[in-house]
């Protein structure tokens, strides 16, 4: 992995097990639940001019990165609710790189981090009540053209914090 691609995925790519066993899905709800804490504490001491600063050239701000938590993790929980009540419903793909360059970007990164507290509360608790046949419940993803599991998702969202809790760390480190 080149420098560029260490910065980008400092955790690594999403991996899917060959096997999502029920004690994976117990430690990926618990990232999930205790996400907006572990965030808040890398953020609560760095300086505007730190949350200002891109965790690479050319990539997003810390201050970006908080806000993108809360537009991508509202639109997975969304993801899951549909899934969740419709046969695998075809779910609204959004350009997160566009979304990052709104006006609410800018904001204080608290505002977001108060609605991951909501969110993530509400969707852990989702999480902890789900049966193993919602786990197989799916979603239609047609960028990837692929049928995803309740399942994947929720490991891929516990992949999504730990990565860009990578990211704010970068920043926070220099």
């Not at 350009?95 to 990164?109: G, I």
Request: with cysteine.
């Amino acid at each position: 992995m080149n420098v560029i691609d260490r910065l980008k995925f400092p955790i690594g790519k999403f991996e899917k097990p060959d096997k999502i066993t029920k004690a994976l899905l117990d430690k990926a709800i618990v990232e999930i639940r205790s996400f907006p804490d572990d965030l808040k504490a890398l953020v609560e001491n760095l300086s505007d001019a730190q949350l200002d600063m891109p965790y690479r050239d050319g990539g997003w701000t810390a201050r970006q990165v908080v806000h993108h938590c809360a537009d991508s993790h509202l639109n997975a929980f969304i993801r899951f609710k549909l899934a969740l009540t419709e046969k695998n419903p075809t779910i609204k793909p959004y350009n997160e790189a566009e979304w990052a360059k709104l006006p609410d970007s800018c904001l204080p990164v608290s505002f977001s981090i108060d609605i991951l507290k909501g969110l993530h509360y509400k969707w852990s608790h989702l999480l902890e009540e789900m049966s193993t046949s919602d786990f197989g419940k799916t979603y239609f993803h047609p960028e990837s053209k692929s049928k995803i599991s309740l399942e994947e998702a929720t490991l891929i969202y516990e992949w999504h914090c730990k990565h860009h809790l990578a990211h704010i760390k970068i920043v926070g480190s220099r």
